[in-house]
């Protein structure tokens, strides 16, 4: 970390790129560990978390890994997987604990305004869904991380978690839900933007909107040379740092390409879209309190599972369902069409093609759910909920998604639904690329950063006593050690005013 003093007083050493969740706690977690550190950030948007922290283009459930079907596949033998859920639920643990911290030092605003409780549910219908969800939960419950989840196939029951989804069901459906009471609704958008009030009012930060980074590359002697324009008066600047984080969200492929980074050649984008049907009826609203996810179709990818939503946004509590599925060239909302063509080049050619060919099926699903008529859109939200009226429902248009593609040896490319962070072999520049689950494990993905990018650092004792301050479990494993699981749990379902763990029925 030494390494990254400049002579140059002007010059930061931190430059984050993209005003999102992954930039913010990035900035958090550094000025947090070295408050003398000089840190800019730069957001081509006039506003932070516009793009995909935004609570109308971000799922928002907190993923925790307790109703989200397609994090615990089934395999071949008949068995269920549970390692992703498993590392999915660890990582959330850990962002709790890290917003507990923000929370108790008075360093962002009440936990009210971000955070909610919201009983996550999986429900499924049919012999073969219902048996797949039984052995799921029989599966999950074997590791305490989800000791509190109740499963149920008896409709009275399920009627009284989710009287819409059992309204107009005949007696003889046979259905099956789980629910864990210790679910969660996060409002991104507000938590980024409370991380970043804090951090512009830090010294040695500095906020620029409206500005965006052209162009990068690393000098000789290791410092960042970034080109900025702003978008409000057409200035160009050029700024130097040692380290750069780009966080764009789907811009992060394209500024990862113009770092010419030997480690970001061959990596691929391709960009799905989003809708949601908006429950409009208050009273519909009011008689819905869960976020309840299905099995996603065959062909879709893992972010288009559909579910029933309660969400929480700008203080006032609203229902969703979807997503719905498009395809766009862009990689941001408010992005180009050109995006996709201009981030094609003769490196990730090969990887994109063989991605493409390989995954026909998903091709055919996004056409499909391109040229559905409202009337179709209903249809599937009556799957959820029978008694939908078209009157009650509109359509909101959700964030773009970036999908990875990536070299592979044997299949040439291939498309990845995941997140995953390229770096230099300097480990001078990073960038995140991917989608899901995203912000909700941000925290985990900023310590793999961190441990990768500044590790002669994070080994001091100063640096290891304050991550342990942030993140109580901090080097500990949440699923081999319940009784820490219960004390973090404990600890941060106080201080973020969450309902402690309920016994099971």
Avoid at 187 to 203: D, P, V
Avoid at 263 to 286: A, H, M
Wanted: glycine fraction near 8%.
């Amino acid at each position: 970390m030494n390494q990254m003093k400049d002579n140059t007083e002007n010059y930061p050493d931190v430059v984050l790129i993209g005003a999102g969740i992954m930039s913010a706690t990035l900035g958090m977690m550094l000025k947090e560990l070295q408050p003398s550190l000089k840190i800019e950030v730069y957001e081509r948007l006039d506003m932070a978390a516009a793009e995909s922290s935004d609570a109308w283009n971000n799922a928002g459930t907190g993923h925790s890994a307790f109703c989200e079907l397609n994090y615990t596949p089934e395999l071949p033998d008949g068995t269920i997987d549970t390692s992703k859920a498993i590392r999915i639920a660890e990582s959330f643990e850990e962002s709790k604990q890290f917003w507990a911290y923000l929370i108790k030092n008075n360093i962002i605003e009440l936990p009210t305004s971000f955070i909610k409780n919201i009983p996550h549910m999986s429900f499924v219908w049919g012999d073969e869904n219902v048996n797949f969800l039984r052995k799921r939960y029989e599966a999950m419950v074997q590791c305490h991380l989800f000791d509190d989840m109740i499963y149920s196939e008896d409709q009275d029951q399920i009627r009284e978690w989710v009287p819409l989804i059992m309204e107009g069901r005949k007696n003889t459906d046979k259905v099956a839900a789980t629910r864990m009471d210790l679910g969660t609704d996060v409002n991104f958008g507000a938590l980024t933007q409370s991380m970043f009030k804090h951090l512009q009012e830090e010294r040695g930060v500095k906020m620029h909107f409206s500005h965006e980074v052209r162009k990068l590359r690393q000098r000789e002697d290791g410092r960042w040379r970034i080109r900025v324009k702003d978008l409000k008066n057409g200035d160009k600047r050029t700024v130097f740092a040692r380290y750069v984080f780009i966080g764009a969200g789907g811009g992060a492929l394209p500024l990862l390409e113009k770092s010419d980074i030997p480690e970001g050649k061959g990596y691929g984008g391709f960009p799905v879209s989003g809708q949601w049907l908006k429950c409009t009826n208050r009273d519909v609203i009011e008689r819905h309190r869960a976020k309840v996810y299905g099995k996603a179709a065959v062909g879709s990818p893992p972010m288009s599972v559909p579910h029933l939503d309660t969400r929480y946004i700008n203080g006032k509590r609203e229902l969703l369902f979807g997503p719905y599925a498009g395809f766009s060239t862009k990689f941001l909302k408010k992005g180009s069409f050109l995006d996709l063509p201009r981030s094609i080049k003769p490196t990730n050619l090969r990887p994109m093609l063989s991605a493409g060919i390989q995954n026909m099926s998903l091709t055919r699903y996004l056409i499909d759910q391109v040229r559905q008529s409202p009337e179709d859109k209903l249809e599937a939200l009556k799957a959820y909920f029978p008694e939908a009226k078209p009157e009650d429902w509109e359509l909101e248009v959700a964030g773009q998604r970036v999908q990875i593609i990536k070299r592979d040896p044997q299949k040439g490319g291939v498309l990845e639904f995941g997140t995953e962070v390229v770096s230099g072999a300097n480990c001078t520049l990073a960038a995140l690329l991917g989608a899901s689950p995203g912000a909700s494990t941000a925290v985990s993905i900023m310590l793999g950063l961190l441990q990768r990018c500044f590790m002669e650092r994070l080994n001091t004792e100063e640096w290891q006593k304050k991550m342990k301050e942030m993140i109580p479990s901090y080097g500990q494993s949440l699923a081999d050690n319940p009784q820490l699981l219960e004390q973090v749990r404990n600890y941060t379902s106080e201080v973020l005013g969450l309902v402690p763990a309920v016994e099971k029925k």
